[in-house]
């Protein structure tokens, strides 16, 4: 299994970002992105999870294979911890969500409403779910982001698990998450501002 990003042309709002990316992330690894604020990460990783086209190049990967997890945890406030990890996994067709709950430290939250977790505990939540997702590409714009020190241990021990057993990750992050992974900056590949018509 592998990301093959070629010749990618990324926009926003209209507007070009990203020019001529290339890069492949193979199984068994993982690729931080790197690039100061509105350098294109968000944008990357939205065009390759296929939530926006990109003007130019390709993005080859098994079918079915990604999951995006965002600034945004993904969780319904009224369901509880549980009811929210079953919902995911039922939508992906799958039963065991007890490895999540030990994965992300929720066993003493099942029963708590999502509506009444903190910050961090609703990030584990929503990160918790790539667990029950079983999707082998996690595509993860920074996931870190509410997590305590113990937070940021347990996802990085996550991915490890997640990495050894065959599957890969793309994870823009702005800190060391503690990872042994190949980082990418992507500030290499701004796109050329667009010229301008002179006004007459």
């Known amino acids: 299994m592998e990301l093959k990003v070629e010749s990618l042309a990324c926009v926003r709002s209209g507007m070009p970002v990203l020019s001529d990316v290339s890069f492949s992330v193979a199984a068994g690894e993982a690729l931080i992105l790197r690039g100061p604020n509105g350098s294109g990460k968000t944008t990357l990783l939205r065009t390759l999870a ?7 190049g390709s993005v080859k990967a098994p079918e079915d294979s990604m999951i995006y997890a965002a600034h945004a945890d993904g969780i319904k406030g009224t369901l509880s911890v549980a009811e929210n990890l079953q919902f995911w996994a039922a939508l992906y067709g799958y039963r065991d969500i007890g490895p999540a709950f030990t994965a992300f430290g929720l ?94």
């Not at 296929?50 to 130019?56: F, K, R, Y």
């Not at 990085?156 to 793309?170: C, D, I, K, M, S």
């Open 107 to 200: 066993k003493t939250l099942v029963n708590r409403p999502a509506q009444k977790l903190s910050a961090g505990q609703k990030r584990r939540l929503g990160l918790a779910r790539l667990l029950v997702s079983r999707r082998p590409i996690w595509l993860l714009d920074e996931p870190t982001v509410s997590l305590d020190t113990d937070g940021v241990a347990r996802f990085a021990e996550a991915v490890r698990n997640h990495v050894g057993a065959g599957g890969l990750a793309v994870i823009a992050t702005h800190i060391d998450v503690g990872l042994d992974a190949r980082v990418l900056d992507i500030s290499q590949f701004r796109a050329k501002p667009p010229v301008l018509e002179p006004l007459a």
């Open 50 to 56: 296929g939530l926006q086209p990109a003007t130019e």
